[in-house]
């Protein structure tokens, strides 16, 4: 089974990879897809909106007489990592909550 993905779990996911160090799309499609499925031509768009959004910048290396784009995480996208992850924290526990065992939940409204 898998679940849908929604364009901010895919952003957070992004830019989480980036705050561990700049990297070229590949690379960054193949980390990302460790933990969700997506194809690299669905990573590029949002790339693209990241870096629209101010989440991202670009520069360009040379490599094997080519040059590879590469992508690093802004101080405006590192804003909206730390966002994502208390979003994601607080919907993971709202999720883990009701999908526990009835008699592993506690007896709060969560």
């Given at each position: 089974?898998?679940?849908?993905?929604?364009?901010?779990?895919?952003?957070?996911?992004?830019?989480?990879?980036?705050?561990?160090?700049?990297?070229?799309?590949?690379?960054?499609?193949?980390?990302?897809?460790?933990?969700?499925?997506?194809?690299?031509?669905?990573?590029?768009?949002?790339?693209?909106?990241?870096?629209?959004?101010?989440?991202?910048?670009?520069y360009d290396?040379?490599?094997?007489?080519?040059?590879?784009?590469?992508?690093?995480?802004?101080?405006?996208?590192?804003?909206?990592?730390?966002?994502?992850?208390?979003?994601?924290?607080?919907?993971?526990?709202?999720?883990?909550?009701?999908?526990?065992?009835?008699?592993?939940?506690?007896?709060?409204e969560g």
């Amino acid at each position: 089974m898998t679940f849908q993905l929604g364009s901010a779990l895919l952003d957070a996911c992004v830019l989480a990879v980036l705050s561990r160090g700049d990297t070229y799309g590949y690379v960054l499609t193949q980390q990302v897809r460790a933990v969700i499925e997506v194809s690299e031509s669905a990573l590029y768009p949002v790339l693209r909106r990241l870096q629209k959004d101010g989440c991202l910048s670009t520069y360009d290396q040379p490599y094997q007489g080519r040059n590879r784009r590469y992508y690093r995480i802004t101080e405006r996208g590192k804003d909206c990592l730390r966002s994502y992850r208390a979003q994601w924290q607080t919907y993971k526990e709202r999720v883990d909550w009701i999908l526990s065992p009835e008699e592993g939940r506690e007896n709060d409204e969560g």
